[in-house]
Every structure is written in structure tokens, then in C-alpha cells.
């Protein structure tokens, strides 16, 4: 009777197991939030981005906490997992920020988001992903 209830419990720890693994996938399928570590830099060193893909579509935002640096012009841009930078929108627009971006179809993944002054050309922060994301 003690074998039976072991391997009942054994059972169930595996099916729980099995059951957790597959809502994880379902989330990451479904674009789940991904979330990079914190920004890191000379003046992008607060907040993170996080990736999100709703209606199809691949979206970046900034965490609340993120601050846009006080540059000329602070720019979205993200590096892939083959190392190819992809400079997208300004962070400054006329009607104030714009704190997330439409990921273009054809960058295929995101392993770095930088914050970077296309003014100045100079890189002023950066937060990775653990790994890639789609």
C-alpha cells in the first residue's frame, strides 16, 4: 500500500511538473512578457524594457521607473542575437515620450534593447534579455 502511494505521489509531482512546463510554453508562445535586466550606462541606468507581442505584433515598452535621458535625441534601438543593430524610433516626440515601439517583422529576434543619442552618436544604455526573444 506505502509502494502505491509513493508512486501516486510520484505521478502527480510529474504531471504537475509536465503541467507547469506547458502553461510556460503557452505564455512564451502567446508573447508573454519578457522582461530584460536593468538598463545600463552613462545616462540610461534606471528601468527595463520589456517584450510583449499582442495582435501579432512584436512590442517593446519601458518599465515606469525608466527614466528618458536629457539628450539631443534619445533613440530605441535593439541588437539581435547575430549581433545586427536595428536603430527604430525617438524616445522624444512633440507630443512628449514615446516609452514603447513596434518591433519592425523584419528584425527576427531581440537580445539587446539599447538607449542610443543618434545626435551624438554615442550608446547611453543597454539592458539584455536572458535570452533571445521572437
Known sequence: ?????????????ACALA??????????????????????GP???????VHTTENGKSILRVTP???VPDTPAPTWRV???????????AF????????EVVVPAYVKDIA??????????VLLGEASFQSPVK
Not at 512546463?21 to 538598463?39: C, M
Not at 522624444?92 to 516609452?99: Q, S
Request: charged share 25%; glycine share 8%; proline share 1%.
Open 79 to 89: 541588437i539581435d542575437s547575430k549581433g545586427t543593430v536595428f536603430t527604430l524610433d
Open 43 to 49: 545616462k540610461a541606468n534606471t528601468g527595463m524594457a
Open 65 to 67: 521607473d525608466f527614466k
Open 112 to 121: 539587446k534593447v539599447q538607449v542610443y543619442c543618434a545626435w551624438a552618436e
Open 92 to 99: 522624444k516626440i512633440k507630443a512628449g515620450e514615446k516609452r
Open 19 to 40: 503541467a507547469g512546463v506547458a502553461i510556460q510554453a503557452a505564455a512564451a508562445e502567446k508573447g508573454g512578457p519578457h522582461t530584460t535586466n536593468q538598463f545600463q
Open 1 to 13: 500500500m506505502l509502494r502505491i502511494s509513493r508512486l501516486f505521489s510520484v505521478f502527480t509531482l
